[in-house]
């Protein structure tokens, strides 16, 4: 174009290479790349000679080649988001700015951020995610020229008590769809955001793009290969523990997930068992399919037949439509059935058929439809108990347990006390924006002491409670609301040889050899925990090295 008119304006082609380079990032032409960046030089290069080209926008030039030179060669993904940020914030002239990332499929979290201090970071979040899931909903910016006089703006909380003046939120997107999108604001002048800025910043979110998911994808295959030297598989990361218990339960899972075939999951309220399920179907042939829970015990009869098998309109009252079940829903994937034995007998001579024919007939309808589902049930109660009273069908209980698996309560995990308190504290003061918590030692004696008759359910409610009511870093016994008697503490001194054996065990393996640590856990001194080992000839990864003569004394 410049060759043809040498008085031409380079924009419109700087416009197209600037999206050419961004096609390329996005796909890997390295060749093509080098070429489109020689291209963008050459231009400027022309049109700065001929003084066709403005300085500003050689300025935001250089910081977009810039910002491919730093994130060249990032991996972390939270690198990656700060540096581009930083960098947008301070070539356009902005204040303040976030960076979101979709999470599912509309909920937006905010993963970078510039200058949204905490005084202010509530408001302007509030507005910010309100501009930004209309930005990453609908593929467009978001902009206003002067928020104060805008009428779409100006009533916006957010913006009057922090007197923002110009905004521009624009889509991050990899391939066809947004993933995400970048808010910047100021409060110090209207207009900020010219046409030939939004374009720079547009531009810039798709390499922000195409690198951040280049990113994730090395750190799945980075977290996978780690997974495999492990031996472990990604899913089972978010079953928090190391007791013996937990590791049998695992080895189950993974046994159970390799074939395909009906489970049934036997354990107390609150230990688990819809996340081992998932477990089950996420490392099976089933994974990239379909996984629905539904709680037996939550419905009455006629609204958990519907809810399993469909209806069609007019079927009841209130059926207004024809609604698919979940058996339908589910084909190909996975059905999980929580407290199977509070099901009717009517639903479980249902069930049965579903499970003999492999197909369903919804309420009110004549004519049926095949399924593929694989079913997991689990219960609470003990089924040959509620087979005797005649609560349970004996038939679809031979049919359901073709693989049993027991979910242990937290008594028999008490090596995973610990471990999980420290799971949900971090996770809660990250929800909360709680720095620094901690647990007081006799807050940990006293999480270690209770009985958990609630079991890991009751321990996230409980440690989620302390994190938000504890008025100082340190989180004590007051602060945990639950009985225990610190005084008293809860030892194995009074157990048996196996018992305690075991509790050693645990505790030396979930701290990973600390001794220290495994002598907090257990309530015991450094010293007669190594008296311990010593007498049951346990080493400090909790590994036994023979029989010792002491364990007879």
């Known amino acids: ?66 910002l491919t030179d730093r994130l060249a060669s990032a991996t972390d993904p939270d690198v990656i988001a700060g540096t581009a940020l930083r960098l947008a914030v301070r070539l356009l002239g902005a204040e303040r700015g976030g960076l979101f990332l979709l999470d599912g499929a509309s909920a937006l979290t905010l993963v970078a951020q510039v ?26 910016e978001v902009v206003s020229n002067d928020a104060q006089l805008d009428q779409e703006f100006a009533s916006r909380l957010s913006v009057r008590r922090n007197a923002i003046r110009s905004l521009l939120a624009v889509p991050v997107s990899y391939r066809e769809g947004a993933i995400g ?25 798709a390499i922000i793009g ?37 590791r049998e339960l695992l080895a189950r899972i993974r046994t159970a997930a390799a074939a395909d075939v009906r489970v049934l999951m036997e354990g107390e309220t609150g230990t688990g068992k819809e996340l081992a399920a998932r477990a089950i179907h996420e490392l099976s042939e089933r994974s990239g399919r379909t996984f629905l829970a539904l709680d037996c ?50 639903v479980q001579a249902r069930l049965l058929r579903a499970i003999e024919a492999g197909e369903v007939r919804r309420v009110g309808d004549t004519s049926v439809r095949r399924v593929d589902v694989r079913l997991i049930c689990a219960t609470n109660r003990d089924p040959e108990v509620e087979i005797n009273e ?5 038939d679809l209980y031979y049919r359901l ?51 958990w008759p609630g079991n890991i359910r009751e321990l996230e409610h409980v440690v989620k409670r302390a994190v938000i009511m504890s008025a100082g870093p340190v989180i004590t016994p007051a602060d945990l609301e639950i009985r225990c008697d610190i005084s008293s503490p809860a030892t194995i001194r009074e157990e048996t040889d196996q018992a305690k054996q075991s509790r050693l065990v645990d505790a030396l393996r979930s701290t990973e050899g600390n001794v220290s640590k495994a002598s907090g856990q257990l309530g015991l001194s450094r010293r007669q925990v190594q008296r311990l080992m010593k007498k049951y000839n346990i080493d400090k990864s909790g590994e036994s090295k023979g029989i010792s003569d002491e364990v007879y004394r």
């Open 1 to 66: 174009a410049l060759a043809c008119d040498p008085a031409a304006d380079p924009g419109p082609l700087l416009a197209c290479l600037v999206r050419a380079e961004s096609i390329c990032l996005r796909h890997g032409a390295g060749p093509a790349l080098d070429r489109v960046r020689s291209s963008i030089l050459a231009l400027v290069r022309r049109a700065g000679a001929g003084g066709l080209f403005p300085e500003a926008d050689a300025g935001l030039l250089s910081g977009l080649f810039e």
């Open 115 to 140: 200058n949204l201090d905490p005084d202010t970071r509530s408001d302007a979040l509030d507005f910010s995610r309100q501009a930004v899931l209309a930005a990453a909903g609908s593929g467009c």
């Open 181 to 205: 999108a970048l808010y910047l604001d100021t409060r110090l002048s209207s207009g900020v955001f010219s046409p030939r800025r939004r374009e720079f910043l547009r531009a810039l979110a």
């Open 210 to 246: 195409s690198v951040l998911e280049s990113g994730r994808l090395l750190s799945r295959l980075r977290q996978e290969n780690r997974s495999l030297r492990d031996g472990r598989a990604p899913v089972l990361d978010r079953i928090v523990g190391a007791s013996a218990a937990l």
């Open 297 to 346: 015990g939550s419905l009455p009869e006629n609204l958990l037949e519907a809810e399993l098998f469909g209806s069609v309109k007019g079927a009841f009252t209130g059926a207004y439509a024809d609604k698919k079940g979940l058996f339908e829903a589910a084909d190909g994937g996975t059905l999980f059935l929580d407290e199977i034995t509070s099901a009717s007998m009517g």
């Open 390 to 394: 005649g609560r349970f069908r004996e």
């Open 401 to 451: 347990n073709v693989v049993r698996l027991r979910v242990p309560p937290l008594r028999e995990r008490s090596g995973d006390i610990l471990l999980l308190a420290e799971h949900y504290r971090q996770q809660f003061q990250r929800q909360y924006r709680k720095r620094g918590t901690r647990f007081s030692e006799a807050a940990r004696q006293c999480l270690l002491q209770y009985a």
